[in-house]
């Protein structure tokens, strides 16, 4: 019997110690109050927006992470809130939208500074070439982000994707209905975004921290219109 009571013992001296000498003795990174943001433990990306950036862990985009984007249709100018970030792509690498409801309109991103001979749009036929092609994109590191259409995917894939966010570094950005707010999901960030006249609303979902006390208004760059730089819809799986 010496070894169970020699486990309780240890138990009960572990449950005895203060909360923040637990903290303090496990990895940096792997504990954050509840009352402020975590630090991410890769890089991070501006978004462009400095109100939206103050609420995100780390100050802007998690660079090896799934972020995903909710909004009840398309259309509401989300790729407006993209906008920033793609226009600051670096000489050489690609932009991967995959399977998008609407088409891009080209005239609004290259006035956003995106570049057009490095944008790939692809629209796979079935939903499985939709996540293969996303994973591909991502651990091929030779793209900036990743942005990807999908109203029906279950949690497995959804992790497949956090994974391959993180070992290669590159965000991935996921688009889905509003709908699946409720649905548990492995993604670090979740944005939920709505069209409002001349701004675009964002209501953070999901981030590592305390919940958001409100939505924010971001204004439309210069350059976005009010259809998110799409102009003609197009098939989806």
């Known amino acids: 019997m010496a070894l169970p009571l020699r486990r309780a013992a240890e138990a009960g001296s572990l449950a005895a110690t203060p909360a923040h000498d637990i903290a303090a003795a496990l990895p940096a990174g792997s504990v954050w109050p509840a009352s402020r943001l975590a630090q991410p433990p890769g890089p991070v990306l501006p978004t462009g927006f400095a ?13 090896g992470a799934l ?3 909710l909004a009840e249709r398309p259309g509401v100018g989300e790729l407006s809130l993209l906008l920033p970030l793609l226009g600051a792509t670096p000489p050489g690498r690609w932009i991967v939208c995959l399977a998008p409801p609407l088409l891009p309109y080209a005239p609004a991103l ?26 591909q994109a991502l651990l091929s590191g030779t793209c900036a982000c990743v942005l990807a259409w999908a109203p029906r995917i279950d949690n497995g894939a959804l992790r497949r994707l956090q994974l391959a966010a993180e070992e290669s570094t590159t965000p991935m950005f996921l688009f889905r209905p509003l709908a699946t707010a409720a649905q548990a999901s492995p993604a670090v960030l979740r944005l939920v ?15 590592r921290g305390p919940p958001a006390a409100a ?4 204004p439309r760059p210069a350059t976005a219109t009010p259809t998110a730089c799409a102009n003609q819809r197009v098939g989806a799986p």
């Open 110 to 135: 290259a006035r956003a500074g995106v570049p057009l001979t490095h944008l790939l749009v692809v629209r796979p036929e079935r939903r499985e070439d939709l996540l293969w092609s996303a994973r």
């Open 193 to 207: 975004l709505s069209a409002h006249p001349r701004a675009l609303q964002v209501r953070i979902l999901k981030r």
């Open 215 to 218: 939505a924010l208004l971001l």
């Open 67 to 69: 972020i995903e984007l």
């Open 51 to 63: 109100a939206l950036d103050a609420e995100l862990p780390g100050g802007g985009w998690p660079a």
